[in-house]
Structures are given as structure tokens and as C-alpha cells.
């Protein structure tokens, strides 16, 4: 029995809510953690990066050299349209630039590749973007596969 009945002693919590406040805490430490993992920076990985000893430019000279006529023959015999041309010569103007250095240039924009090192490529896909995207009248197939020939050939 109480000695004092005008005195109350202290509620006792529901252990519920020490459950919801450490589920709280446990919440926010996981916010913050995806938060930290969602804007890291990743790590380069160096297995990535080839050496630019070990590319045999010529035999890759070769191959996009082969492809591009390809392509040419195509939009010449009707099996492929002219807009579609250019995009294809474009890409493999870039894909030959990604094997022989490195540089992931299938998905620069022609601004990057302007401010990238490489101004044989920037100019040729400076070229061929009235052609792959523009509303204007296409230039030739020929023209536009001449200049990627050309870039692929002087390349050193």
C-alpha cells in the first residue's frame, strides 16, 4: 500500500515505443547511408583503360575502313536510308576512336569530343550531324563516308 495517497509514482513507458524510437533510429542511419552510397563517385577501375600498346591500330584501321564501305553500299544500293547512313558512319567514326584510344566517344556529344583531345573526330562528327540530325537537305552518303575514310586513315 501507498504511504502518501496523494502521491503518484512515475508512469511506466510502453516498451512499444522504445522499439519505435531505436526503428526510428535505425531508419535515419539508413537514409543517410544510401544517401552516401547514391553520391559517391565510383571507383575507376584500371582493367578498363587498355594500354595504347597493346591496340593493333592497323588491323582496326582495316576493319572500320571495311565497315564504313558497308555502310556506303548500302545507302547506294537502297537497303539503307541516307539519315540512317550517317548515324551508322558517325557511330563507327566514334566506336573506332573508343578502340584505338580508350575514350568512351559513342557517348560524347560532339561538344565533349570538340574538348577532348580529338580534333580529327570532332571535325568529321562536326560534319555529319546536319546529315544524322538536322531537318535540312542530307549531303551524299559519299561525301560523309570520304571524310570518316579519311579520319580513319590519317589516325596515328
Known amino acids: 500500500m501507498q504511504a502518501d495517497p496523494a502521491f503518484y509514482g512515475?508512469?511506466?513507458y510502453s516498451p512499444g515505443w522504445v522499439w519505435?524510437?531505436?526503428?526510428?533510429?535505425v531508419l535515419v542511419a539508413l537514409w543517410y547511408a544510401?544517401?552516401?552510397a547514391a553520391t559517391r563517385r565510383p571507383?575507376?577501375?584500371e582493367s578498363d583503360r587498355r594500354p595504347a600498346g597493346l591496340t593493333d591500330?592497323?588491323?582496326l584501321k582495316e576493319a572500320y575502313l571495311q565497315r564504313i564501305s558497308?555502310?556506303?553500299r548500302d545507302a547506294a544500293s537502297g537497303i539503307?536510308?541516307?539519315?540512317?547512313?550517317?548515324?551508322?558512319?558517325s557511330l563507327l567514326l566514334r566506336s573506332f576512336v573508343r578502340d584505338v584510344t580508350g575514350v568512351d566517344a559513342p557517348r560524347m556529344t560532339h561538344a565533349d569530343l570538340a574538348r577532348h583531345p580529338l580534333p580529327a573526330a570532332a571535325a568529321v562528327v562536326g560534319e555529319l550531324y546536319p546529315a544524322a540530325f538536322g531537318p535540312g537537305p542530307l549531303p551524299a552518303v559519299a561525301v560523309s563516308a570520304a571524310s570518316a575514310r579519311k579520319a580513319v586513315q590519317e589516325w596515328t
Open 57 to 59: 591500330v592497323a588491323a
Open 80 to 89: 539503307r536510308n541516307a539519315r540512317d547512313a550517317h548515324q551508322e558512319i
Open 43 to 45: 571507383r575507376e577501375v
Open 20 to 25: 519505435a524510437g531505436a526503428g526510428l533510429l
Open 34 to 36: 544510401v544517401v552516401l
Open 10 to 12: 512515475p508512469l511506466q
Open 70 to 72: 558497308d555502310v556506303e
